[in-house]
């Protein structure tokens, strides 16, 4: 591990990194009303990917699920131009196979349909770039896989991480997460040298001005040079993270074992806009 930063942060990025190689268990009841095991967070309007189902809130923080599947949604993002796409295992005593590959939804997660990679693929981590080519991150196996249609993929780097951002004004420059720091890719994927030492749970990169990290122990950072410093902002509330995703350089959403949190000052106050239950991953 590198010398600059508690051992304590960094052993818990090795158990978080862990974790990803493999799947949830434990489903909850169909009427459970607090959700656990949060794996994604999107959309001006706020959708929330978990463990039971996509859900939104209600006036008062309650989540409703979206539609009427409960899969676990391992991986999840929204496309520029809103098509959301997922990843993960379908609900329990749902018919095909384990690993639901790539989905895709038109109607903001009304209803999905198969696109690639059933059976084959379990993406713990998804995201888009600028030009609509889908880097998933395929975690059983430890390998990036991109594709230009989300259909027909190429496998790339082979590497041990759990979150992956695209930069929005570069789209063969991707970062991602790993036990000894931020790693950075510049070829597509194709091949990844250090770029931090700072070792962070998540990232997302939503704007030249717009790059963010957070830590295991739920510290919130601002990326500049692509990844390679980073600056404190603030400790979000609830304990360790579960997801992140920045929407601009202002709004900022981050799950934690308590709850979905929202900023819209760059993260220095949050507001929680959804209760959780605490869960491991």
Same mark, same amino acid.
């Given at each position: 591990m590198n010398r600059y930063f508690p051992r304590l942060a960094a052993?818990?990025?090795?158990?978080?990194?862990?974790?990803?190689?493999?799947?949830?268990?434990?489903?909850?009841? /169909?009427?459970?009303?607090?959700?656990?095991? $949060?794996?994604? &967070?999107r959309g001006d309007t706020l959708y929330v990917a978990t463990h039971q189902g996509l859900?939104? +809130? #209600? !006036? #008062?923080? %309650?989540?409703?699920?979206?539609? =009427?599947? %409960?899969?676990?949604?391992m991986g999840f993002t929204v496309?520029? %131009?809103?098509?959301?796409?997922?990843?993960?295992?379908?609900? +329990?005593?749902?018919?095909?196979?384990?690993d639901l590959g790539l989905i895709a939804?038109? #109607?903001? *997660?009304?209803? @999905?349909?198969e696109r690639s990679l059933a059976g084959k693929v379990d993406f713990h981590a998804l995201d888009t770039a600028s030009d609509a080519t889908v880097y998933g991150y395929d975690s059983a196996r430890g390998l990036l896989r991109v594709s230009a249609d989300g259909?027909? @993929?190429?496998?790339?780097?082979?590497?041990? !991480? &759990?979150? $992956?951002?695209?930069?929005?004004?570069? +789209?063969?420059?991707?970062? !991602?997460?790993?036990?000894?720091?931020?790693?950075r890719s510049t070829d597509g994927g194709r091949t990844f040298a250090p770029a931090s030492e700072r070792v962070l749970a998540y990232v997302s990169w939503a704007g +030249? #001005?717009?790059?963010?990290? $957070?830590? /295991? =122990?739920?510290?919130?950072?601002?990326g500049t040079d692509g990844g390679a410093s980073w600056?404190?902002?603030?400790?979000?509330?609830?304990?360790?993270?579960?997801?992140?995703? !920045?929407? =601009?350089?202002?709004?900022l959403l981050v799950a934690?074992?308590? *709850?979905?949190?929202?900023?819209?000052? *760059? *993260? %220095?106050?949050?507001d929680r806009r959804m209760a959780v239950e605490s869960g491991e991953h």
């Open positions: 052993t818990a990025a090795v158990a978080v990194l862990a974790l990803t190689l493999t799947a949830c268990s434990g489903d909850a009841a /169909p009427d459970t009303p607090a959700l656990s095991h $949060i794996h994604g &967070l859900h939104t +809130p #209600d !006036a #008062d923080g %309650r989540p409703v699920l979206v539609g =009427d599947r %409960r899969d676990d949604f496309t520029a %131009r809103g098509d959301f796409l997922a990843s993960g295992h379908p609900a +329990p005593g749902s018919d095909g196979p384990a939804s038109t #109607d903001s *997660g009304r209803t @999905w349909r259909v027909a @993929w190429e496998e790339r780097a082979s590497l041990r !991480a &759990l979150d $992956i951002a695209v930069s929005p004004a570069a +789209p063969d420059t991707v970062l !991602a997460t790993t036990e000894t720091g931020v790693v +030249p #001005d717009a790059l963010f990290g $957070i830590d /295991p =122990d739920g510290v919130l950072f601002r600056t404190r902002v603030a400790s979000v509330p609830g304990g360790a993270p579960q997801a992140l995703t !920045a929407v =601009d350089a202002r709004r934690t074992q308590d *709850g979905v949190y929202e900023s819209r000052d *760059g *993260g %220095r106050r949050f």
